[in-house]
């Protein structure tokens, strides 16, 4: 079964630093996407990859899905408090019928 | 807000208590998706509903029982629960379960805890 490791497991950095989130895939993705959760709540989609070497950007993040299309990263510009939480890469399952999930990579960000 | 609601947020129940969770999209979507994270693993599908028709069934215990009366609402009936089922229950809705590349948006969750 397909397995998604996100390193690092947390992350802590100064406000305004730039940070990157890896996820990485035991098989070919298909279709990767981004989540946000605060802790204790829902997710928030932030962006979901298709192609190899996609690249895609949401105010002060970018994420990128490499060419061979078994790991992702998540970039964060100039980090804020709002950016503080739990980040977690998704990706289709076999069947394409749900997500599989990395384990969350948490993120605080200090001011 | 994502369109998608679970009542109650909050439930603490005895392991001989029956209870469920609620969940509802306001979407259009026509897939549902029962989820359970629990503290340092990764969120675990546990059932997935098509037009109310159950497509999945991830090795789930009988003592957690779907419901999906329609493509709005999904249920998740519990019985004679165990410690370890103490969880995050999440709920999320897509467009399809069939085609991959979309997105599920996801409840709030309910936060369980079984004494």
């Known amino acids: 079964s397909q397995e998604l490791e996100q390193s690092p497991q947390s992350l802590i950095v100064q406000e305004g630093k730039n940070l990157t989130i890896n996820c990485t895939s035991s098989k070919t993705l298909y279709g990767l996407y981004w989540y946000k959760q605060k802790y204790g709540e829902g997710l928030i989609f932030l962006m979901m990859l298709q192609k190899g070497g996609e690249e895609k950007s949401h105010e002060k993040i970018t994420a990128k899905l490499d060419e061979k299309k078994q790991q992702s990263s998540l970039h964060i510009t100039a980090s804020q408090p709002s950016h503080a939480g739990i980040y977690l890469c998704g990706a289709d399952n076999q069947a394409g019928t749900a997500l599989i999930f990395g384990k969350g990579t948490t993120l605080s960000v200090s001011s | 807000e994502t369109g998608v609601t679970q009542t109650p947020r909050h439930l603490v129940m005895g392991m001989t208590n029956k209870k469920s969770l609620k969940c509802e999209q306001h979407?259009?979507?026509?897939?549902m998706y029962w989820y359970k994270q629990s503290a340092k693993k990764p969120l675990e599908l546990m059932f997935v509903?098509?037009?109310?028709?159950?497509?999945e069934n991830n090795s789930v215990p009988s003592r957690f029982s779907p419901e999906c009366p329609n493509s709005s609402h999904l249920f998740l009936h519990l019985h004679t629960l165990q410690p370890e089922d103490s969880a995050l229950y999440l709920c999320a809705s897509s467009h399809s379960a069939s085609v991959p590349y979309n997105e599920q948006f996801f409840g709030p969750g309910t936060r369980l805890t079984v004494l």
């Open positions: 979407l259009g979507h026509n897939a």
């Open positions: 509903y098509s037009l109310e028709e159950r497509v």
